[in-house]
């Protein structure tokens, strides 16, 4: 990786703010987080810069608040979590800017870490408006962004800030850039692709670019109608939100690059009330009936291609996995997927929840924090979080 990472700067008695993506889920119910995997991603930088006498500010969304202040998503809960983690006490202020963080600030020993409010309270932060990144510009001599799940946001705390300080990458978006960049420069072969998830047009630029360095992709999900029907198959009541064209293009270009594209051969169905499941053809879905998962000869079908293959990347559930009877595809390709003995790479976003909640996270390889991030990254289209950070210059010289 060719930027500068926090190793790279001196850190020792500055003020340095660290961007850092603690969008973690929370419970409908009680509003707890459900999965702090997310922080937990984020404790080798804090732990680093604890280590260096840094004074730490931390700074993050949670959720789309769209620019007003939501009580149920003040990051109270995530001070309190982090707290734990690090066995320190972390402090946290209702506001991400303004007179009373500076005093916070001004106070912070070395050592000694902050978490700002949640940034999407403030209009600014998504419009990225200079006053808002100025403001929190104001807080630091050194910025540090570790949200590699946020990197593909043009946001205030992301591009703004670190146009105003000196801005190096993390260690979580050192790691994340190191492992997906392998599967893009050198990917061990044969390598290939599983995609569920609801819409084609979401991965249909990851999948235009990675065709070219792919031997396979497997589709499945709500992605998976949309490829049927542009092969000529009837869906019957599954919703294709996309272009076919989309997809017909995807399928040619497979085609010229010699690349196995595998679409499920049968399909689980369901009537619109959700009654009369059954397994059946993909080329004879009932005219009265929706794809809710793939089927079980598809299961055997693309268990037999990922066993071939070196490298994997899995991105988007099989089909309603929300829903237990829907489960089955999505479940079996996670455990077939934790047993390879190739590189795994994960995508971020539910594909990651559902590989922590069938705890099996540690049988990957790696596990990417960022859902959108990781699918722009392999894009080849460049992440407006990455590309502003500094370059590493040939003697290694830094600008901090
Ligand atoms: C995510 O969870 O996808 C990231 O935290 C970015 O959030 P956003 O999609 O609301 O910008
Ligand atoms: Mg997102």
Redesign the pocket.
Known sequence: MNKLTVRDIEVGGRRVLVRV?F?VPLSATNGDITDDSRIQAAMPTIDYLISKGARIILCS?L??PGGRVVEGLRLGTVARRLSKLLRQEVKYTTESIGTEVEETVAALKAGEVMLLENLRFHAGEEENSPAYATALARLADVYVDD?F??A??SHASIVGVAGQLPAVAGLLLEKELTSLGRILEAPAHPFGVLLGGAKTSDKAAMLYNIMDKVNCVLIGGGMAATFLRASGYAVGLSQVKDDPQVASELIAKAARNRVRLILPEDVLVVGEDGTGVENVSSAKIPADKKIVDIGWQAITSFTRALERCRTVFWNGPMGIYEIDQYAEGTKAMARVIAGLNAATIIG??STAEIVIELKLADKMSFVST????SLRFLSGEGLPGVDIILEKTPTGVNNG
């Open positions: 993506d969008n969304h959720g789309r949200a799940a946020t593909h946001r971020g976003g960022g859902g959108g991030a």
